[in-house]
């Protein structure tokens, strides 16, 4: 699971579903959820996680995209089995791990260095702890 530490800016509700936006080192994230923990306000540091397996890569960023968080960064490692590679990317002080088929890598001439997008669906993020 990888971890970020960030801090909400800001909850809309509507009924039981609740978009959060968070900050983390100047990044703006955001987060769907229909269930929130009453003690989750604007100003509140946390924890959020994402897993690996969750987190799809491009090699440029999608205006006609459905997915809001897109994190540009630098590939630091590829490590690649037979169906699937672990490709570590570094975003400012963040270090994510994405786990995508071996073949997306193959396509998209993934080398370390690479700029590269980290994409997360909103649904996929989730917060694992208050701070």
Do not use: C, W
């Not at 490709?87 to 998209?108: C, G, T, Y």
């Amino acid at each position: 699971m990888n971890h970020i530490e960030a801090t909400i800016t800001k909850i809309e509700q509507y009924d039981s579903v609740s978009a959060v936006f968070f900050s983390a080192l100047g990044l703006e994230l955001s987060m769907v959820s229909l269930e929130l923990n009453p003690a989750l306000k604007v100003g509140v540091d946390v924890k959020l996680g994402v897993k690996a397996t969750n987190i799809s890569l491009s090699k440029k960023i999608h205006d006609d995209i459905s997915i809001s968080n897109q994190l540009e960064g630098v590939v630091q490692t590829i490590d690649n089995g037979t169906i699937l590679s672990s490709v570590k990317v570094q975003i400012k002080d963040i270090f994510l791990e994405s786990i995508i088929n071996r073949k997306s890598v193959i396509k998209l001439d993934l080398k370390d260095g690479d700029k590269i997008v980290a994409l997360i669906k909103a649904s996929d993020l989730a917060i694992v702890e208050i701070l």
